[in-house]
């Protein structure tokens, strides 16, 4: 839809702890062949790097990506143990075994091949040009041309309402189709053999294979060049374009919306539309487009959704473009693979059973009591902002005292009593069964209140998130764990971690985005012009500091596309030091292993984003993620930020300084 959760994101490292304690920095994560004024990130995180090379299975791997092994590890011993009882039929319990157990056997999946296709597939070669849209809005699996979804209405957050989005393209990304770049052109021949491949694999010779692939790159091609770039895609106000779907019919008639909604047993009268003129180029293809081309673009994004609950011929193709992408080597074992299914699908079953087990209380409150004091240290900084008015500065305090506070895990938790899982029948197809619940379960919501209760994280997600039309904060207990949060950690390492992660979050409710939400979730304009104009100002100084990086020769980094990441990790850092010196009340904190607390504050928040990562998964990331990468989160952050001069001795003329007129201070 219009707006994504403001996610921290995995992109990290792991920080090994020492031999029995895990309440200091390691200092072996550190290369002291690397100076600290010369390169922050290689210095902080050169050891761990180098005791730490990529598995074939990566493409990049660090902390959350460590933590989050962990965490699927506890999670598998839960599945285990249900997988050896005997659940009762329809039980949450049930329905986790048999998914892990379906996914697990390759025998079955390689007997049944392209079996559990044929009758969709069948449904969709007899199609005709008019009755598209009834499978697109009937059909689970099929995601061709656009998209819709229930969310909070952006100017009235208090009601559910529907909202039409641009997609249908296998890629994902528009950019793959038109950048012009030789990454760009590896991909684009890549997605080729892979959609060749898929044809032959349901039974398509050579010719209608050619035929498959070649209409569906034009297709999608054409659609890529008339989406929204992801850049665009921050523009909150472009997208807000709320129509009634009767004009939108009388429009493209050819795209009837009111049927659609019909179909999905929905009375929809308004839909907020993403990306307006996009639809005219839909409504053109589904006009005359040669109707043989359409079925074979929509055959193949059925197959390629199917595709990674197949045989392993299936398996294997998926596998193959994600090496072009990400240069990853190896595949996942089958376990891993298996695991994913029931822990997305059913994740707040098992989220009961993982914070039952592995999340205290005593973490819970130590969480509430830090995300008490860094909401203290953000009120602060903004009370000492020199570009904002007191006017402004007053709202900004309303909105940040109106935070809702999520730890852990939620109060009440989700039914999942209307999702079947019959074993009898294929694991594709129970999939299937699983994208219709959630599709009702998403429609279900339309014009209903929202439900400020609800999360939009499991429990053991490792991650953590601000959500603008809530104006909630968010922190699984998948994330509330050592090296991130460990109650017996020294304070400097907490708050330089956990910390920072707190700050970030709030930091989002006021970033380019989530500063265009008033307390109470609503797009609107609160801001003074003067002060918007001020914030634009160093945003727009901030966007240059990051484009000027380059990530790889040749190849820069995006600063539109991450700033309000890049904001929120500057705001995180400067917010969480504030917490943790209003937490020392005036004591001076002690020197442990040669390191000064502030040292050892900026080394945890360096240590979060250690990472060793591939040249292609550089490349993919740079063009897909809004997270800069995880050196230029630290060495690209750091150099705005004064105390961390002072803490590591970094002056002029040293590679980490930047002169005071060139650095950009936004919270």
């Avoid at 004591?587 to 360096?606: K, S």
């Amino acid at each position: 839809m219009i707006f994504a959760l403001s996610a921290l994101a995995l992109a990290g490292a792991s920080c090994s702890q020492k031999t029995g304690s895990p309440k200091d920095i390691d200092t072996a994560n550190l290369d002291t062949t690397v100076a600290a004024q010369a390169d922050f990130y290689d210095y902080a995180c050169g050891g761990w790097k180098k005791a730490n090379p990529l598995k074939p299975e990566y493409s990049r791997f660090g902390t959350f990506d460590q933590l989050a092994e962990n965490t699927r590890e506890q999670v598998r011993g839960l599945v285990d143990s249900l997988v050896a009882a005997t659940a009762e039929p329809g039980t949450n319990a049930q329905k986790v075994a048999d998914l892990y157990r379906l996914g697990m056997d390759s025998v079955r999946l390689n007997n049944e091949g392209a079996a559990p296709l044929a009758a969709d597939l069948e449904v969709i070669a007899t199609t005709p040009r008019e009755k598209i849209i009834d499978l697109m809005a009937t059909m689970p699996g099929l995601g061709v041309f656009f998209g819709t979804g229930v969310e909070a209405d952006l100017a009235n957050s208090d009601v559910n309402t529907m909202y039409w989005a641009q997609s249908g393209l296998g890629l994902g990304d528009r950019d793959y189709y038109t950048d012009q770049t030789e990454n760009a052109a590896k991909i684009r021949e890549a997605y080729r053999t892979y959609l060749t491949t898929l044809a032959k694999l349901i039974g398509y010779d050579e010719a209608a294979a050619k035929r498959l692939t070649d209409n569906t790159i034009a297709i999608e091609t054409e659609l890529a060049k008339n989406q929204m770039t992801r850049t665009e895609q921050r523009n909150i106000a472009a997208q807000y374009n709320p129509m009634t779907v009767a004009s939108l019919v009388e429009k493209y008639p050819n795209i009837d919306l009111k049927h659609y909604f019909e179909l999905q047993k929905l009375d929809v009268d308004t839909v907020i539309v993403g990306q307006p003129d996009y639809y005219g180029v839909v409504a053109k293809i589904l006009k005359t487009a040669d109707e043989q081309a359409l079925r074979d673009y929509m055959t193949a994004s059925y197959v390629s959704s199917a595709a990674a609950y197949l045989s392993d011929e299936f398996i294997n193709a998926n596998f193959a473009l994600e090496q072009a992408i990400s240069g990853v080597e190896e595949q996942q074992p089958r376990w891993k693979r298996a695991l994913a299914v029931p822990n997305g699908i059913l994740g707040e079953a098992l989220g009961e059973l993982y914070v039952e087990k592995y999340f205290p209380a005593s973490s819970k409150e130590k969480m509430l009591n830090l995300v008490g004091n860094l909401q203290t240290a953000l009120g602060q900084h903004i009370d000492n902002l020199s570009w904002m008015s007191d006017t402004t500065k007053a709202k900004a305090k309303e909105k940040l005292a109106a935070f809702t506070v999520k730890i852990g895990y939620p109060d009440s938790w989700r039914d999942y009593s209307a999702l079947a899982v019959d074993p009898a029948l294929p694991y594709w197809n129970n999939i299937q069964k699983a994208i219709q619940f959630n599709i009702d379960y998403n429609n279900s919501d339309y014009g209903k209140p929202i439900d400020r209760a609800r999360w939009h994280m499991s429990p053991q997600t490792v991650n953590a998130y601000y959500n603008p039309t809530t104006n909630e904060i968010c922190f699984p207990a998948g994330i509330l764990q050592a090296p991130f949060f460990d109650p017996a950690a020294d304070d400097a390492v907490n708050y330089g971690a956990i910390g920072v992660v707190i700050g970030h979050e709030m930091t989002h409710g006021f970033d380019d985005q989530g500063r265009q939400f008033d307390k109470d979730g609503n797009f609107n304009d609160w801001w003074a012009q003067s002060d918007a104009d001020a914030f634009n100002a160093l945003a727009d100084k901030l966007v240059a500091q990051f484009d000027s990086i380059e990530v790889l020769p040749g190849t820069h980094a995006n600063g539109r596309l991450t700033l309000g990441e890049n904001i929120a990790d500057q705001g995180g850092l400067r917010v969480a030091r504030t917490a943790y010196l209003n937490s020392l009340a005036g004591a001076e904190a002690p020197v442990i292993d040669g390191l000064t607390p502030a040292q050892r504050f900026y080394l945890a928040y360096a240590n979060v984003w250690a990472a060793n990562i591939r040249d292609a998964e550089i490349l993919s990331r740079t063009q897909n993620d809004p997270h800069s990468l995880g050196r230029w989160r630290v060495n690209g952050t750091l150099r705005n930020i004064e105390p961390f001069f002072e803490a590591f001795e970094i002056k002029e003329g040293d590679p980490m300084y930047l002169p005071e007129e060139e650095r950009v201070i936004i919270w």
